[in-house]
T-cell receptor, first 113, second 113 residues
Framework: DGGITQSPKYLFRKEGQNVTLSCEQNLNHDAMYWYRQDPGQGLRLIYYSQIVNDFQKGDIAEGYSVSREKKESFPLTVTSAQKNPTAFYLC????????????FGPGTRLLVL | AQTVTQSQPEMSVQEAETVTLSCTYDTSESDYYLFWYKQPPSRQMILVIRQEAYKQQNATENRFSVNFQKAAKSFSLKISDSQLGDAAMYFCAYKRRYSTLTFGKGTMLLVSP
């Protein structure tokens, strides 16, 4: 089946620790995105990538980093510089970055211990 | 910056009835796209319907339809014959070509038997 997978479903972070969230897609989509969702808020864009080996900062990139070494993979690292990382993280992909619809993965819930 | 406003934090409907969720947006662009996404308790974002701004005809998908008023910058979602499975958070989103999605804060839809 084609789709977007995210792992893990739940992730716990200790103080000062970097953690990486996985996002994989087998839809052959060029563009991939990372969003953060907080209670009572819509989704906010962290980073996006329209092509392999290239990515752009979104609205709330501070404290996060990404890589795009393969078309199907777009991992997100939450660094220790992100002081309030507790949130729900959603990955999405689209055919391109123009007007195409974005399709979402099931999400990762990140909690700080 | 583009903004998307959903003025109804919560709406209620009875099964088999019709409900309309409101969305307004602010833009100076003429070429853009509008979306409604559904987020059920599983928290996965699911595309409900999409509208291209250059199309005058309102988009429909089975029981879901939109009322797109370009001059008024309004994009409401009508759900007909509501079902218990329609209960979810609904997000309105705006995207102009070559740019990223901007989400509203969402409307929680409650469906009662």
């Amino acid at each position: 089946d084609g789709g977007i997978t995210q792992s893990p479903k739940y992730l716990f972070r200790k103080e000062g620790q970097n953690v990486t969230l996985s996002c994989e897609q087998n839809l052959n989509h060029d563009a991939m995105y990372w969003y953060r969702q907080d209670p009572g808020q819509g989704l906010r864009l962290i980073y996006y990538s329209q092509i392999v080996n290239d990515f752009q900062k979104g609205d709330i990139a501070e404290g996060y980093s990404v890589s795009r070494e393969k078309k199907e993979s777009f991992p997100l690292t939450v660094t220790s510089a992100q002081k309030n990382p507790t949130a729900f993280y959603l990955c999405a992909s689209s055919t391109d970055g123009q007007g195409e619809t974005q399709y979402f993965g099931p999400g990762t819930r990140l909690l700080v211990l | 910056a583009q903004t998307v406003t959903q003025s109804q934090p919560e709406m209620s409907v009875q099964e088999a009835e019709t409900v309309t969720l409101s969305c307004t947006y602010d833009t100076s662009e003429s070429d853009y796209y509008l979306f409604w996404y559904k987020q059920p308790p599983s928290r996965q974002m699911i595309l409900v319907i999409r509208q291209e701004a250059y199309k005058q005809q309102n988009a429909t998908e089975n029981r879901f339809s939109v009322n797109f008023q370009k001059a008024a910058k309004s994009f409401s979602l009508k759900i007909s014959d509501s079902q218990l499975g329609d209960a979810a958070m609904y997000f309105c989103a705006y995207k102009r070509r070559y740019s990223t999605l901007t989400f509203g804060k969402g409307t929680m839809l409650l469906v009662s038997p």
